[in-house]
């Protein structure tokens, strides 16, 4: 399959689109990036790359560090895990705090905010504190993505910091129904360094590559999950990756992804590759608008979808 001739056409069909969604402005230091770009990437087992667009620009990939801290609590926690946080789509926004009350401050799946910030907390208590955490976090993100040089924009947490209140409001309510260990601001600043990692598509195209390959890096060898713990985080990112829209996002690309508010999406090819795009504006479910439809084309031109 000629696939560098399939991102051409996909970044050919997409153009019309780049300045339709809305960049996320409620984290301020997002709010000035430009709406018109576009890049694609996907990474093949042996490592080769096709790529289109901006492929080499650096973006926040926010809510996609979920995958990366789901996966290392799943290594420390196994099923233990799920008595915390649940795997059942929400059917709410990312943010949305009125389930949250209802279901005693179990989050529905470690995918929304507040499961995710639940998931930080879990690998709070097992490196001990804060600071480790990220360090520990980052280091595994750059091993997985086989990126030594990664780092988090500290403009941008700190951004997300000063206005993070519904967050804050999340975690609050956790740790008020007892399901949050740590200090509840340790824990949210914990959550926004991860999101404030910054990659480009082709770094987080290679670094979906174990999860195409039950667990296991096909370039490194290194196993990062068993068969059936990746199965899971595929499973977790089909039916919760993209909040509210993941039916949608299963029905019109039909494979496990993850999006992030930065406007970047990661997609899995189980058995053979990892995929990437990224575009920064939003639909209304804080997705980005023009990737959800480049892998829509994706799947389309290429038939791999899961189904
Ligand atoms: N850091 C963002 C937040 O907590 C992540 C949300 C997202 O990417 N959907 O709001």
Redesign the pocket.
């Known amino acids: 399959m000629d696939y560098q001739l399939i991102l051409n056409e996909i970044a050919e069909e997409i153009m019309s689109l780049q300045d339709k969604g809305k960049v996320a402005n409620?984290?301020p230091a997002l709010e000035n990036v430009n709406p018109e770009q576009f890049g694609m990437s996907l990474t093949l087992f042996d490592g080769t790359q096709y790529n289109v667009g901006d492929f080499n620009t650096l973006f926040s990939i926010?809510?996609i560090s979920k995958v990366f801290t789901f996966t290392l609590a799943l290594k420390f926690y196994s099923t233990g895990l799920y008595k915390r946080i649940g795997r059942e789509p929400s059917g709410n926004p990312?943010?949305s705090l009125v389930q949250l009350e209802y279901e005693h401050g179990v989050p529905r799946n470690p995918f929304i905010?507040a499961g995710a910030i639940n998931v930080t907390d879990t690998l709070m208590s097992y490196y001990g504190d804060s600071t480790t955490a990220s360090k520990e976090i980052m280091q595994f993100i750059q091993d997985i993505a086989g990126e030594p040089s990664l780092t988090h924009n500290e403009i941008v947490s700190t951004s997300?910091m000063d206005h993070?209140f519904r967050?804050m409001a999340l975690a609050n309510l956790m740790k008020s129904f007892n399901n949050l260990d740590n200090d509840v601001h340790d824990v949210v600043q914990t959550?926004?360094r991860h999101?404030a990692i910054e990659m480009n598509t082709k770094m987080l195209s290679r670094a979906m590559l174990f999860l195409s390959n039950h667990g296991i890096d096909p370039i490194s060898g290194v196993e990062y999950l068993s068969e059936q713990q990746a199965k899971r985080v595929n499973a977790v990112m089909l039916t919760c990756g993209h909040?509210d829209a993941s039916g949608d996002f299963a029905f019109h690309v039909g494979l496990p992804g993850k999006?992030?508010?930065?406007g970047g999406i990661v997609a899995v090819v189980p058995k053979k590759m990892g995929i990437c795009v990224w575009s920064p504006g939003l639909n209304a479910q804080?997705n980005s608008l023009a990737g959800t439809l480049a892998l829509e084309l994706f799947t389309s031109k290429t038939g791999m979808s899961i189904f």
Do not use: R, W
């Open positions: 409620y984290i926010q809510s990312f943010n905010n997300e993070g967050n959550y926004f999101c909040y999006s992030g508010v930065g804080g």
